[in-house]
Each structure stands twice: as C-alpha cells, then as structure tokens.
C-alpha cells in the first residue's frame, strides 16, 4: 500500500479514523506512531498527508491536510474482450497501475457466457481489486468499469458515443503500434481494443475498422490477454513520453 486511501465522506474536520484492513496495515506494516506521516488521498480527489495521532487495537487516528489538486484523467480507455476471470482479476489491477481512465468489457464471439457469471464482475469484487491497483500506483483517479453483453449492441449504440481515437490489436495486420499511435489528450483519449484468446473474428474486427478503428499488430508472438494489456499500455505511455520529448525539442 503505497499510498492510503479514502472517501471523502470519511475526512471530518481534518480528522480521521481508520479501522479493519487499513488500520491494520499502518499498525502491522508500517509500524506508524504517534507523529508518523503517511501518504494519502481521497478517491477521485485530491492526494495529501495524514499525521497520525493515536494508535489504538481498534483504530488509528489522524489529523489530515490535503491538496487542492484532483487527478488528471489518464489517456487510455480499453475495450477488451471479457477474458477469463483469473486474467481479470489482474487485468482489474495492473490496468489501474498503468492507468486506465475507463474499462469496457465486452462479449465477443470467442467469449465463454459464463464467464459473465463470475463473481470477479461483482462490484465489490471489481473496487477492490481497482483499489489495489490505484494504492500501488498512488493514484486517486478510478477507472470506471462498464459491462456489456451483447456485441452488436456496443458497437452500433455505445461505441459512436465514447469520445476518442480507436485503435484495434490484431496479428493479420503489417502496422505496428508505432504506426497508428497518436497522443491522447485530456478530450480525445486513445480507445484501445484488444480481443479474446483466440483474436477477434473477421466480422469483429471490420466492424470496428468501419468505425474509424485502425488495425495494428504486436508481431509475430502471441501473448495472453493480461499480458497484452500490460505491454500495449506500457508502449502507449512510452510512445506518448518519446512525443512529449520530440515535441519540446523543437525550436
């Protein structure tokens, strides 16, 4: 837990107490005391410190100052192809460490129904493993996760409406991710969609080409879809980074 977080409901007149897991954790792990200051932040708000003020067996309290700066939303949406539940309890998390402003999971033709059925997708399942991710990344800013199940309905009534770039992963393709990249930006963030296991089918991805989507392959390797996710977003931030740079260099 690399940064502690809380709703802002919980922050009253500068104070607060903890108590169950997070408690737990600045008493067992980071062995606070009185005096100690630690890192936090408020869900969907702003970051600050809490100095800790009492550490008792069933609670822990602080005196809180916070900032007046809110997170800036992160440039990448993923559209994916709702995998195994295994692989979404890491995709849950290591997409929020990599930053992800919002997550569509959809149904696919290589998609399982039952995978719609597992208890990974219950929201409390979801937002914890999303808060994980955001205290590893110390990030206050929460993805928003959306579910649908049915194809045809996302991609005819949802995708026109989500503001953006798309770009699809898919082998049969020569462009690179460097080909068809451009930099997101606080209005236009990139849409990322990357399919099942076994790909996306030829239908699945015409229509997101027929949609503005451009078509880029990952090379010759196939990785799975956790893995995917993880190294796409990680090219995106690096590509991103390397333009920033290019662009400050000019004259």
């Not at 030829?202 to 949609?211: A, G, L, M, N, P």
């Amino acid at each position: 837990m690399n940064l502690l977080l809380l709703g802002q409901e919980e922050v009253q007149e500068g104070r607060l107490v903890l108590t169950g897991r997070r408690a737990a954790h600045l008493r067992e792990v980071l062995r606070v005391e009185p005096g100690s200051v630690v890192r936090l932040g408020v869900v969907n708000g702003p970051k600050g410190r809490g100095e800790v003020l009492s550490v008792g067996e069933d609670a822990v309290r602080l005196q809180v100052e916070l900032s007046d700066e809110l997170p800036a939303a992160p440039g990448v949406e993923l559209i994916l192809a709702l995998p195994r539940p295994i692989m979404l309890q890491r995709i849950f998390k290591q997409g929020t460490v990599m930053g992800l402003r919002r997550l569509h999971l959809i149904r696919s033709r290589r998609v399982e129904k039952s995978y719609f059925a597992s208890p990974v997708l219950t929201p409390e399942k979801t937002r914890a493993l999303i808060l994980e991710g955001m205290e590893q990344a110390m990030d206050t800013w929460m993805p928003e996760v959306h579910i649908y199940r049915q194809f045809r309905p996302f991609v005819e009534d949802v995708l026109p409406r989500i503001q953006g770039r798309g770009i699809i992963a898919h082998p049969q393709t020569e462009a690179g991710l460097a080909d068809v990249f451009t930099p997101p930006g606080p209005d236009c963030p990139l849409l990322l969609a990357i399919g099942p296991e076994g790909g996306w089918n030829d239908y699945e991805v015409k229509t997101f080409i027929s949609r503005g989507f451009l078509p880029f392959s990952m090379g010759s390797r196939i990785l799975h879809v956790d893995t995917a996710v993880v190294a796409l977003m990680a090219q995106l931030d690096l590509l991103t980074q390397l333009r920033a740079k290019r662009c400050r260099s000019l004259p």
